[in-house]
């Protein structure tokens, strides 16, 4: 475990219940970084896949109950709902008409909420579906886009596995290469980006976190800061605070390949 504790950490775009999500890695991370708040900033639950096919596996069902244990021993967690995982909407079937849906045991459910930083910024938490253009107004877009995606990382697991068989290390990501190299995926990114910095800026926010494109960033957009927490499907990265209040992602496939080689 590591000797700091953090102030906060933000996690984003888990996907539990899918074969992409990297659970058993997640688990390792945040066994390593102890800390007193915990911010899910959506698609942690991927209610989405569930609902056309079951996949559960033990280690995602132990990354909820890492949650839920973490909660229980003074950890502040806030779920921040998302697109694939919306929370509200399955709840609201279970909780009495006119019950506020707000605390759920020892985590808060919300749609956004206002993270403080140590050194006194306010830093608006969303997941940022909102601000994606096809999500809003063409969900079938948004779905096909989501299919050519699992079909991206179904390739990249076949790739591994192969190169594995002969002895091969190999990181490289099909659907990372897509996404950063794509003329058209690139645009998107920095749309999507600009748009959140704008809407934090009309709010009086200092910055913005939030998770969705699965691409871990952390920059200046006009005056304010904007923060992606990534994902744990391809990068495995989060967001963290220190004590001081400064914000930086960790990459835990990179921190956890120099421990393993140290230990050579």
Known sequence: MSDVQYRAIFISDVHLGTRGCQAEKLLDFLRAHPCQRLYLVGDIIDLWRLKSRWYWPQSHNTVIQKVLRMARNGVKVSYVCGN????????????????????????????????????????????????????????????????????????????????????????????????????????????????LASEAIRRNYDGVICGHIHHAEKKSIDTVSYFNSGDWVESCTALVENVDGRMEIIRWTDVADMGRKRAA
């Open 84 to 195: 694939h995982d919306p929370i509200f909407e399955f709840l609201s079937g279970l909780i009495p008409a006119g019950q506020e849906i707000g605390p759920f045991g020892d985590i808060a459910i919300l749609d956004e909420c206002i993270h403080e930083t140590a050194d006194g910024r306010r830093l608006w938490v969303i997941h940022g579906d909102q601000f994606d253009a096809a999500m809003r107004y063409a969900r079938w877009l948004t779905h096909l886009g989501d299919r050519g995606y699992t079909a991206l990382l179904w390739i990249n697991r076949y790739l591994h596995k192969m190169f594995r068989i002969f002895g091969v290390r190999y990181r490289w990501s099909l659907s990372g290469y897509v996404k950063y190299h794509v003329k058209r995926a690139v645009q998107f990114i920095n749309d999507y980006e600009s748009l």
